[in-house]
């Protein structure tokens, strides 16, 4: 039995049940793509880039209505503590899925018919959280790309750890945990772009789970806004754009 609560309340790390970790965003940090982004949570760190609105190759796949919009999840050989596999896990190949599915709500594809737009998520260190760090950074790249969207989207995960729901929960209390909820939003839109669960948690614990990753993902969203803020801020010499 490992315990994740300590008698004070305090969790493994030292945060309270509804503290996120330290989050370090920047955006514009890869100079060859279109769009870019990096992100730092807790021990979790990610790089996002984009790529596009550009031709589909291979001509096949194009969309005559809307653009395809490609996304790639993929965590480092070095990124954990048992070196993974070189090349593509089932896991990567399903988080790709989810990054997708959560980004198409959001982005206005239908402006680019028969192009594509990639988005390419790279985690180089993982500490719990990769998924939801790595939608919201992918988000922030596209709009570092000028891409058009309807709202950024911003993501956390709730946990239920010793019995208590908890939010922003890191590597330990993942593989420790009773549960794992990953919430994605789009803030200004009030809605949910992902939402799943993995192990047991009762409706009262869900809704509990939500209050806390809708109140943390406002707070996200705002360190994404300063994020563009300071990245335009300095290219146009001082004068904010």
């Known amino acids: ?37 990096y992100i730092e949570v807790g021990g979790t760190r990610i790089y996002a880039a984009v790529f596009g609105p550009r031709e589909v190759h291979p001509k096949h796949l194009e969309l005559p209505d809307r653009a395809v919009l490609n996304c790639r999840y993929h965590m480092a050989s070095f990124s954990v503590d048992e070196r993974k596999p070189l090349g593509m896990t089932r ?26 737009i990639d988005v390419f998520v790279e985690v180089v260190q993982a500490d719990g959280g990769t998924r939801t760090a790595g939608i919201t950074a992918a988000s922030l790249a596209l709009a570092d790309a000028g891409i058009p969207m309807a709202d950024m989207v911003a993501a956390t995960a709730v946990g239920k750890v ?48 939500l209050d806390m990753a809708g109140n943390a993902i406002k707070h996200i969203q705002q360190l994404q806004i300063e994020a563009l803020r300071r990245r335009y801020h300095i290219e146009a010499g001082g004068e904010e754009v």
């Open 91 to 116: 896991r990567e190949i399903e988080l790709s899925k989810v990054l997708r599915e959560a980004l198409e709500t959001v982005v206005f594809l239908e402006e680019f018919p028969r192009m594509m």
């Open 1 to 37: 039995m490992v315990r994740l609560i300590d008698e004070n309340g305090l969790r493994i790390d030292g945060r309270r049940p509804d503290q996120l970790r330290p989050i370090k965003m920047e955006a514009g940090v890869l100079e060859k793509s279109d769009g870019s982004a």
């Open 162 to 209: 010793d019995g208590v729901i908890v939010l922003d929960i890191n590597e330990a209390e993942d593989k420790y945990g009773q549960a794992d909820m990953p919430v994605a939003m789009a803030p200004r839109l009030g809605s949910i772009v992902l939402l799943q669960l993995n192990g047991m948690m009762t409706t009262e614990e869900i809704e509990k789970g």
